[in-house]
């Protein structure tokens, strides 16, 4: 796989423990990065694995819990100075039920994570970004990126899957929001959104779902982690200087738009 050189970059992982959170560390790792991992799950150290790889922190953080994530970014840059990329990958999954069949808190809490997580910790990290000089890439401002990580059921919409669906949809709007806010700033902020992965999320859904899902992908398997994570390197990475406000599908063919 391309490894890009991210030598220097500071990247925040949120979710960073998860199946895919993991993976994308992996690879900022490997192209040379720092990298924090934001999870609410997290301890006061790293994973071994990763801590193997280079240079990373695990700050115990809510996504939803502004203070929290205050009080990680300044450790953050205390730590390493600057941050460069912010990937906003903490997610759950919420109740597999008809929507009328949903609870109201259970899809305010899905919401809460997988959107409002999002716009708060963008909301943090950006003016940090902004705070300092921009590099000239090409002849043009660079600062670095934001990447959503959404999902393919923000575009379709999923049967007992409301609060998802709808949080990723929403995801995908303030994607394309803050691509436009933030344009001539040199902040790329483009959203991924993958099929179905192997992860602790999709081992929450009963075999028949799972086989339903598999059957809408036109490749015939789920994408992997890795798959994803370049993905995700691309779009934080100064190659990527152009493209922002987007979605991008990984999708394996079942995405129409
Ligand atoms: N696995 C899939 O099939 C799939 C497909 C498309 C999109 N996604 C998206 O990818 C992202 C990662 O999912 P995954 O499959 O790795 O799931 P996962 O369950 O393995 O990891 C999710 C991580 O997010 C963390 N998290 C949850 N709530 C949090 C909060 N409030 N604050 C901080 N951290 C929190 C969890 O502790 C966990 O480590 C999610 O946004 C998910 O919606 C997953």
């Not at 895919?20 to 990298?35: D, P, S």
């Not at 990126?145 to 007992?160: D, L, P, W």
């Not at 959203?191 to 992908?217: G, H």
Request: aromatic fraction near 6%; charged fraction near 20%; charge should be neutral.
């Amino acid at each position: 796989m391309t490894r890009y050189d991210l030598a220097g970059r500071v990247a925040i992982v949120t979710g960073g423990l998860g199946g895919i959170g993991r993976a994308i560390a992996r690879t900022f790792l490997a192209g040379g990065a720092a990298v924090s991992l934001w999870d609410r799950a997290a301890g006061e150290r790293a994973p071994d694995d990763l801590a193997a790889l280079g240079d990373v922190a695990a700050r115990q953080v809510d996504v939803t819990d502004p203070a929290s994530v205050a009080a990680a970014l300044r450790r953050d840059l205390d730590a390493f100075g600057h941050v460069d990329a912010l990937v906003n990958n903490a997610g759950i999954l919420g109740p597999v039920a008809p929507s009328w069949e949903t609870p109201v808190d259970a899809f305010r809490r899905v919401l809460d994570v997988n959107l409002t997580g999002a716009f708060i910790c963008a909301g943090a990290v950006v003016p940090a970004m902004l705070a300092r000089p921009a590099r000239d890439v090409g002849g043009a401002p660079y600062r670095g990126a934001i990447v959503n990580v959404a999902s393919i059921q923000g575009k379709e919409g999923m049967a007992r899957a409301s609060a998802y669906s709808a949080s990723k949809a929403g995801l995908m709007a303030l994607t394309k929001t803050l691509g436009k806010e933030l344009a001539t700033d040199g902040i790329m902020v483009n959203a991924v959104a993958p099929a179905a992965a192997e992860t602790a999320m999709a081992q929450q859904i009963t075999p028949e779902r799972r086989a339903d899902i598999l059957s809408r992908i036109p490749v015939g398997r789920f994408v992997t982690v890795e798959e994803i994570a370049a993905a995700v390197a691309w779009l934080c990475s100064p190659d990527c200087s152009f493209t922002t406000g987007t979605v991008l599908d990984l999708s394996g063919g079942r995405a129409t738009y």
